[in-house]
Protein backbone atom coordinates (compact mmCIF):
# COMPACT_ATOMS: atom_id res chain seq x y z
CA UNK A 1 0.00 0.00 0.00
CA UNK A 2 1.33 3.32 -0.68
CA UNK A 3 0.17 7.08 0.48
CA UNK A 4 1.06 10.63 -0.49
CA UNK A 5 0.84 13.69 1.30
CA UNK A 6 0.72 16.60 -1.00
CA UNK A 7 1.61 20.05 0.93
CA UNK A 8 0.52 23.14 -0.86
CA UNK A 9 2.51 26.13 1.22
CA UNK A 10 0.62 25.07 4.86
CA UNK A 11 -2.08 22.76 3.72
CA UNK A 12 -2.27 19.40 3.31
CA UNK A 13 -4.52 17.39 1.35
CA UNK A 14 -6.65 15.11 2.75
CA UNK A 15 -9.65 12.75 1.01
CA UNK A 16 -12.80 11.64 2.64
CA UNK A 17 -13.22 7.82 2.02
CA UNK A 18 -16.66 6.31 2.45
CA UNK A 19 -15.70 2.55 4.29
CA UNK A 20 -18.65 0.06 3.76
CA UNK A 21 -20.39 -2.38 0.78
CA UNK A 22 -21.83 -0.40 -2.41
CA UNK A 23 -25.30 0.40 -2.03
CA UNK A 24 -27.18 0.59 -5.46
CA UNK A 25 -29.67 2.59 -4.46
CA UNK A 26 -28.01 5.62 -3.09
CA UNK A 27 -25.33 5.12 -5.35
CA UNK A 28 -22.47 5.04 -3.00
CA UNK A 29 -21.04 2.97 0.12
CA UNK A 30 -23.26 3.04 3.00
CA UNK A 31 -20.42 3.10 6.00
CA UNK A 32 -18.83 5.70 7.63
CA UNK A 33 -16.45 8.36 6.61
CA UNK A 34 -12.34 8.46 6.81
CA UNK A 35 -10.25 11.32 6.18
CA UNK A 36 -7.15 10.46 5.11
CA UNK A 37 -4.26 10.90 2.66
CA UNK A 38 -4.72 9.79 -1.02
CA UNK A 39 -3.25 6.51 -1.85
CA UNK A 40 -3.97 2.44 -2.33
CA UNK A 41 -3.50 -0.69 -3.52
CA UNK A 42 -0.38 -1.26 -5.01
CA UNK A 43 -1.42 -3.61 -8.23
CA UNK A 44 0.56 -6.84 -8.72
CA UNK A 45 3.66 -5.93 -11.62
CA UNK A 46 2.88 -2.17 -10.87
CA UNK A 47 5.74 0.32 -9.30
CA UNK A 48 4.78 1.72 -6.22
CA UNK A 49 5.06 5.44 -7.27
CA UNK A 50 3.32 4.38 -10.31
CA UNK A 51 0.13 2.92 -8.38
CA UNK A 52 0.71 5.78 -6.27
CA UNK A 53 0.04 8.36 -8.82
CA UNK A 54 -2.67 6.48 -10.34
CA UNK A 55 -4.52 6.66 -7.03
CA UNK A 56 -4.01 10.52 -6.89
CA UNK A 57 -5.87 10.96 -10.07
CA UNK A 58 -8.49 8.60 -9.82
CA UNK A 59 -9.10 10.04 -6.12
CA UNK A 60 -8.51 13.52 -6.78
CA UNK A 61 -7.80 14.55 -10.36
CA UNK A 62 -4.37 16.05 -9.30
CA UNK A 63 -1.63 14.53 -11.90
CA UNK A 64 1.70 13.91 -9.59
CA UNK A 65 5.12 14.98 -11.78
CA UNK A 66 7.38 14.13 -9.10
CA UNK A 67 7.78 12.35 -5.99
CA UNK A 68 10.26 12.40 -2.94
CA UNK A 69 12.17 9.51 -1.47
CA UNK A 70 9.52 7.41 1.64
CA UNK A 71 9.22 9.88 3.98
CA UNK A 72 7.93 7.64 6.57
CA UNK A 73 6.68 3.63 6.38
CA UNK A 74 3.76 2.47 8.69
CA UNK A 75 3.35 -1.42 9.03
CA UNK A 76 0.54 -2.94 11.01
CA UNK A 77 0.01 -6.51 11.99
CA UNK A 78 -3.47 -7.75 12.69
CA UNK A 79 -2.83 -11.04 14.45
CA UNK A 80 -6.50 -12.04 14.51
CA UNK A 81 -6.28 -12.10 10.85
CA UNK A 82 -2.63 -13.18 10.10
CA UNK A 83 -2.10 -10.32 8.47
CA UNK A 84 1.00 -7.70 7.87
CA UNK A 85 -0.16 -3.82 6.38
CA UNK A 86 2.46 -2.34 4.83
CA UNK A 87 2.34 1.60 3.97
CA UNK A 88 5.12 3.51 2.13
CA UNK A 89 4.44 7.20 2.38
CA UNK A 90 6.11 9.60 0.17
CA UNK A 91 5.75 13.41 -0.48
CA UNK A 92 4.35 14.61 -3.78
CA UNK A 93 7.16 17.30 -4.98
CA UNK A 94 4.90 18.64 -8.14
CA UNK A 95 1.82 18.03 -9.36
CA UNK A 96 -0.81 19.83 -12.13
CA UNK A 97 -4.47 20.26 -11.69
CA UNK A 98 -7.76 20.86 -9.97
CA UNK A 99 -8.47 18.94 -7.25
CA UNK A 100 -11.89 16.95 -9.33
CA UNK A 101 -14.04 13.82 -7.56
CA UNK A 102 -14.41 11.31 -10.06
CA UNK A 103 -13.61 8.34 -7.88
CA UNK A 104 -14.22 4.65 -10.41
CA UNK A 105 -14.54 2.96 -6.86
CA UNK A 106 -17.34 4.95 -5.43
CA UNK A 107 -15.29 5.33 -2.11
CA UNK A 108 -14.15 9.22 -2.38
CA UNK A 109 -16.10 11.42 -1.48
CA UNK A 110 -14.93 14.76 -0.66
CA UNK A 111 -11.11 16.24 -1.14
CA UNK A 112 -9.56 19.57 -0.22
CA UNK A 113 -6.43 21.13 1.17
CA UNK A 114 -6.79 22.11 4.71
CA UNK A 115 -4.36 23.76 7.33
CA UNK A 116 -2.49 21.59 10.27
CA UNK A 117 -5.33 22.73 12.91
CA UNK A 118 -8.23 21.81 10.43
CA UNK A 119 -6.96 18.38 9.60
CA UNK A 120 -6.75 17.31 13.22
CA UNK A 121 -10.15 16.80 13.41
CA UNK A 122 -10.11 15.35 10.44
CA UNK A 123 -7.76 12.93 10.84
CA UNK A 124 -9.50 11.90 14.06
CA UNK A 125 -11.82 9.48 12.39
CA UNK A 126 -9.11 7.93 10.52
CA UNK A 127 -7.57 4.61 11.86
CA UNK A 128 -4.85 5.42 14.70
CA UNK A 129 -1.93 3.96 12.26
CA UNK A 130 -3.00 6.68 9.35
CA UNK A 131 -3.50 9.66 12.04
CA UNK A 132 -0.39 9.63 14.48
CA UNK A 133 2.13 9.43 11.48
CA UNK A 134 0.62 11.87 9.15
CA UNK A 135 -0.13 14.40 12.58
CA UNK A 136 3.52 13.74 13.61
CA UNK A 137 4.97 14.91 10.10
CA UNK A 138 2.61 17.82 9.78
CA UNK A 139 4.12 18.81 13.16
CA UNK A 140 7.81 18.25 12.25
CA UNK A 141 8.88 15.71 14.44
CA UNK A 142 10.60 13.77 12.11
CA UNK A 143 12.73 16.78 10.41
CA UNK A 144 16.60 15.98 10.44
CA UNK A 145 15.51 11.95 10.22
CA UNK A 146 18.56 10.34 8.05
CA UNK A 147 16.48 7.57 7.50
CA UNK A 148 12.54 7.30 6.69
CA UNK A 149 10.66 7.02 10.34
CA UNK A 150 8.77 3.24 10.60
CA UNK A 151 5.68 3.45 13.09
CA UNK A 152 4.56 -0.25 13.79
CA UNK A 153 1.23 -1.02 15.37
CA UNK A 154 -0.80 -4.32 16.31
CA UNK A 155 -4.12 -4.28 15.66
CA UNK A 156 -6.01 -6.92 17.56
CA UNK A 157 -10.02 -7.36 17.18
CA UNK A 158 -11.77 -9.65 14.75
CA UNK A 159 -13.58 -6.35 12.74
CA UNK A 160 -13.05 -2.93 12.65
CA UNK A 161 -15.63 -1.92 15.27
CA UNK A 162 -13.87 -3.58 17.57
CA UNK A 163 -10.20 -3.29 17.11
CA UNK A 164 -7.88 -2.41 19.47
CA UNK A 165 -4.63 -0.64 18.31
CA UNK A 166 -1.46 -0.65 20.14
CA UNK A 167 1.80 1.77 19.10
CA UNK A 168 4.87 -0.36 19.22
CA UNK A 169 7.48 1.86 17.22
CA UNK A 170 8.19 4.51 18.64
CA UNK A 171 6.15 3.24 21.70
CA UNK A 172 3.14 5.03 22.88
CA UNK A 173 4.43 7.83 25.20
Do not use: C
Not at 32 to 38: A, F, G, I, Q, V
Not at 98 to 124: C, N, Q, S, T
Not at 150 to 160: I, K, L, P, Q
Amino acid sequence: VVGGLLVDRSTVLLVANRRGAFDRTIGRRNGRLEWTPPGGVVDPGEEPLAALSREVVEETGLIVERWSEVLYRVSVEFPGRDMVLGVDVYRALSWTGEVVLEDPDHIVEDARFVDAEAAGPLLATAPRWVREPVTEWLAGSQAGESEAPEFSYVARGSNSGDLTVERLNPPDG
